[in-house]
């Protein structure tokens, strides 16, 4: 294999991991706790924008992550079969990460659809339909925050796949 090559994968697939890692803080630090200070009319007008770039942006993030990811392993890497990717310490911390990036792929989608529901959510003169806006930005934040956790799992892995596990 190029050493340029590996070195491109391992760079592309590293920065696409920071930029879905930092988005999703962002989301769930700054964004989604702001939100809930905002009437809910502006709420909507912003959450239009945001739906528009969010969910274009995140997944493109996500897949490209686990397809370098997986790519580096396999085919740059160490996992080059069932056996190694089964039955050796790298490749089991290998195999737990892609499975972590995977679950973290599927609660972006769901991130992305509670926020694309907030839209549809009407806005009543009376604030009566704040409930339900509530409710459903909590679930995202609920959402969002376990994709953390699972991003922080991740990351624990990356550490031990650098050191040969």
Not at 103 to 132: E, H, R, T, W
């Amino acid at each position: 294999m190029s050493f340029w090559l590996i070195v491109v994968v391992q760079w592309l697939h590293v920065f696409c991991g920071i930029f879905w890692f930092g988005s999703r803080l962002v989301v769930t630090f700054i964004l989604l706790p702001t939100m809930r200070r905002v009437p809910q009319a502006k709420q909507r007008d912003f959450l239009g924008e945001l739906v528009r770039h969010f969910v274009r942006v995140e997944p493109l993030l996500g897949i490209a992550t686990l397809v370098l990811g997986f790519l580096r392993g396999t085919v740059f890497g160490q996992v080059t079969s069932l056996d190694a990717a089964f039955g050796t310490p790298y490749g089991l911390t290998w195999t737990t990460a892609l499975v972590l990036g995977v679950a973290i792929a599927i609660l972006g989608g769901l991130v992305g659809s509670n926020f694309v529901k907030l839209q549809f959510i009407p806005v009543a003169d009376d604030g009566s339909s704040q409930v339900a806006f509530d409710r459903q930005l909590a679930k995202t934040q609920r959402y969002s925050r376990l994709s953390l956790a699972l991003f922080l799992l991740i990351f624990s892995c990356m550490i031990l796949l650098r050191f040969g596990y």
